[in-house]
Every structure is written in structure tokens, then in C-alpha cells.
């Protein structure tokens, strides 16, 4: 077992545990979003499937307008007319104007375009008060063509591709199936929310914000419940828990007498470390029982979070075979201090806004006990080993909500 490793060591060895190849399921596109793409997609079609019209207005040709201006506006016969979805059957010829609604196909014989905007009506006729140009056309397959990759395997279906794979013409779409992700709480003192609250007992809040923290990251929670700290609990609860891809657990791996997730796992299970040099979060631990990878995770609440963000997203990423980094960090100017510690990486919480430039400023307590700063926050500060940040300082900051 290694111990007292470093956040890049620990991550590397989490993310050798997720080897596993996670089946593929095929789902409607009204199911997909959220979901990560198995294959990669090609367009079934072009788009636009051909030359179409990007504006309102009239097609006609190009060399019947030259030279039309307000003053000498020039005079088309107007022959019918194509909105989207219904192209035009004749042909454009010396003279005449189709008009055209904003998607519809450029009517043959025609070579260019004017908007509405730039002309008058009269009657059969239409005054153009400028030339018509090809400027408005967008050309066949313009936005995508046929038999082209435009969303590849790992990417994680957005508002924007959910629409994209609909536009290539895919009714339906492969993608890996959510990873299961177990979750148990341990601690004698741990209870569920609309249990009354004994002397000296907490509320398990950590299952709800590893709960949000998972299905965030892509996978399918599994909500284990609370176990007390007893060895035997532990691992009945773990026998009961059916097939998962990664297991977190919550508390009982620090140095106490009660530590007892440690304890099975170290005797029924192979610890492949525990501790890592951050702060929250140190004694973070990574385990496999049987073939089953178990995070172990620090059981207060701030620490549970952190962990998870920093190592479990990072299992899930990869699992999930992403094209996206699990975070990506930014660079922002400290408008507080924020302390670091001797040897070990510390991530504070932050608030991280936009005023001229990227600025964090703290959330106040940073005590890893204290959940509002996660729910307040909505960034990590990273403070290297043995520094400290000084307002005015630029930080790295990692943004707990993720944009791609
Ligand atoms: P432990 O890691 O078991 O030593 O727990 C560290 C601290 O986290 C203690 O104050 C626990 O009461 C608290 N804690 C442990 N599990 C939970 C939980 N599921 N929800 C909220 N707090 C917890
Ligand atoms: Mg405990």
C-alpha cells in the first residue's frame, strides 16, 4: 500500500482502476441527452441537402441587377413564389424574380439573391433598390455533408450536439450505459434527514452531495444508505449492494479506532493507498474488493466533495471514455488571501465572477466541516504546497460547475 502520495500520484493510480469497458445501449434521441456517445456519428445527409436561401427576399439573376440603386431601381417580373419546404418547379428566366422564404432551395436559373428589406412591390412586379447578389445562398452541405464525423465516441451529448445528431438524421444513438456508482455513509453518529436527530448525531449529507456529484459526472448513483461502524455492517451492505463500477464509501478512513472502512478493507479487500498530501480530504483512500474499485472517501463533508470531484469524476471520465477533461482550470486574480499548508496541496473554496477580469474571492470558514462553502462556492482555489495566496495574487482556480 502507498501512502502520504501526491494529488498527481493518487489520481494516476485512480485512474488505472478504471479499465472496464462499460456496455453499449442504444437510446432515442429524446433519452440521450446528458448521455455520453458509444460510436462515432456521421451526417446522413447534407445541410443544407442543397443550395437554399438564407434570407427572405427574391432569387433571381445576378446579371439582370447590375447597377440597382434607389434612384435606379431595377424591374422584375415576379413568376411565383417558394417558401421553405416547397421549392419552386419552374425556371428563372431573363428578367424575372422567384420570391423566396428562408430555407427554401434556390429555383433553377436563378444565381443570386436580394432581401425583402432592399426592395419594393408592385403588383406582378418587384423593384430591386440594390443588385442582387450570391451572398445569401448558403451553398449545399454549407453547415454539414454527408458522410462526414461531427460528434465522435466520448462526447457527451449537450443541448447543442442532442440537436446536431438529430440534424445528421439519427433517430436513435448508441451510448455507454451510466456507470453504477454505489454510495455508503458510514458513522454511528450518521442519520437521515426526517429521522429526529440524536445528541451528537449529523445529518448524512454527504449521500445527497455525492448523489448530485455523480449523476453530475455522468453516472447512475446507487444510494447505499448509512451503515454504523461495525465491520460486519460494512461488508453486509457491501454484499447487498449488486453489481457497481465503483464504489464510494464515506467516512471511517482516518486514523481512528472507529475507522472501520479502512479496517475491511485492508482485510477483505487490497488498499492500493491511503493518504494523499491535500488538504481537505488527506486521508482519501483507493481499494479494490474483489474487482470492484472502492474510493474511500474522508467523511467530512467539504472533504467527501472535494475527493470525489478531484478523483471519482476524474474514474468516471474515463470509464466513460470522454473527450473532455473532468475540469479544466483557469487563472484568476485572489481579491482575498487564502492560506495554504506545509507539504500538501490545498484546495479552498471560492467565489469566482467576472468583474474586468476572472476574481475569487473566499467563502469565508474553510474549515472542511463547513458545507455551506460548497454550496456558496462555486470554484476551488489551489494553493500549492508550503505557499500562501495573497489578495491581489493570480491563483489557479478549478470551476465546480463545468463548461466544456
Ligand atoms: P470520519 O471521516 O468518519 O472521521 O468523519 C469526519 C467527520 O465527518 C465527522 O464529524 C462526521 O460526523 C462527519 N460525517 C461523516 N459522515 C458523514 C455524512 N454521511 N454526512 C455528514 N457528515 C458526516
Ligand atoms: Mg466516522
Redesign the pocket.
Known amino acids: 500500500m502507498r501512502t502520504g502520495i501526491s494529488v498527481d500520484e493518487a489520481l494516476a493510480l485512480v485512474l488505472e482502476e478504471a479499465k472496464g469497458e462499460l456496455p453499449v445501449e442504444e437510446v432515442p434521441l429524446k433519452e440521450a441527452y446528458g448521455r455520453v456517445l458509444a460510436e462515432d456519428l456521421v451526417s446522413l445527409v447534407n445541410h443544407p441537402d442543397q443550395d437554399d436561401t438564407a434570407v427572405d427576399g427574391y432569387a433571381c439573376r445576378e446579371e439582370d441587377t447590375l447597377g440597382a440603386s434607389p434612384q435606379n431601381p431595377v424591374r422584375l417580373r415576379v413568376i411565383g413564389e417558394s417558401p421553405a419546404g416547397r421549392p419552386f418547379a419552374g425556371r428563372v428566366g431573363r428578367g424575372e424574380a422567384v420570391a423566396v422564404y428562408t430555407g427554401a432551395p434556390i429555383p433553377e436559373g436563378a444565381d443570386a439573391l436580394i432581401r425583402v428589406e432592399d426592395t419594393r412591390r408592385e403588383g406582378e412586379y418587384v423593384l430591386l433598390l440594390a443588385p442582387a447578389s450570391a451572398k445569401d445562398i448558403r451553398p449545399q452541405g454549407d453547415d454539414l455533408r454527408k458522410g462526414e464525423v461531427y460528434l465522435r465516441r466520448g462526447d457527451l451529448l449537450t443541448p447543442g450536439r442532442l440537436g446536431l445528431a438529430a440534424a445528421m438524421g439519427h433517430p436513435r444513438l448508441k451510448v455507454f450505459r451510466r456507470p453504477r456508482v454505489g454510495i455508503l ?3 454511528d ?2 442519520v437521515e434527514p426526517g429521522e429526529p436527530l440524536p445528541y451528537g448525531g ?6 445527497y452531495s455525492l448523489l448530485g456529484l455523480v449523476l453530475e459526472a455522468g453516472g447512475e448513483p446507487v444510494l447505499l444508505g ?1 451503515v454504523e461502524d461495525r465491520s460486519d455492517a460494512v461488508l453486509k451492505r457491501l454484499e447487498e449492494a449488486g453489481p457497481l463500477d465503483l464504489l464510494l464509501t ?5 486514523m ?1 479506532e472507529y ?1 472501520v472502512v479502512r479496517k475491511v478493507l485492508e482485510e477483505r479487500g487490497e488498499v492500493l493507498f491511503w493518504k494523499v498530501r491535500q488538504q481537505p480530504g488527506g ?1 482519501l483512500l483507493l481499494a479494490r474488493l474483489g474487482e470492484l474499485p472502492v474510493l474511500g472517501l ?4 467539504v472533504s467527501s466533495m472535494v475527493t470525489f470531484f478531484l478523483y471519482g469524476r476524474a474514474f468516471l471520465f474515463r470509464l466513460l471514455q470522454r473527450t473532455e477533461p473532468p475540469y479544466r482550470a483557469l487563472k484568476a486574480r485572489a481579491l482575498t488571501p487564502f492560506r495554504g499548508a506545509p507539504g500538501k496541496r490545498v484546495f479552498r473554496r471560492g467565489v469566482l465572477s467576472f468583474e474586468g477580469e476572472l476574481v475569487v474571492r473566499s467563502t469565508g470558514n474553510q474549515s472542511s ?1 463547513v458545507l455551506r462553502s460548497m454550496a456558496q462556492g462555486n470554484a476551488l482555489v489551489v494553493v500549492p504546497p508550503d505557499q500562501n495566496v495573497a489578495e491581489g495574487e493570480v491563483v489557479e482556480v478549478i470551476p465546480l460547475t463545468f463548461v466544456l
Open positions: 455513509s458510514t458513522g453518529e450518521v449529523v445529518y448524512n449529507s454527504n449521500a448509512k464515506s467516512g471511517g478512513v482516518s481512528g475507522d486521508p474522508p467523511g467530512n463533508p466541516g
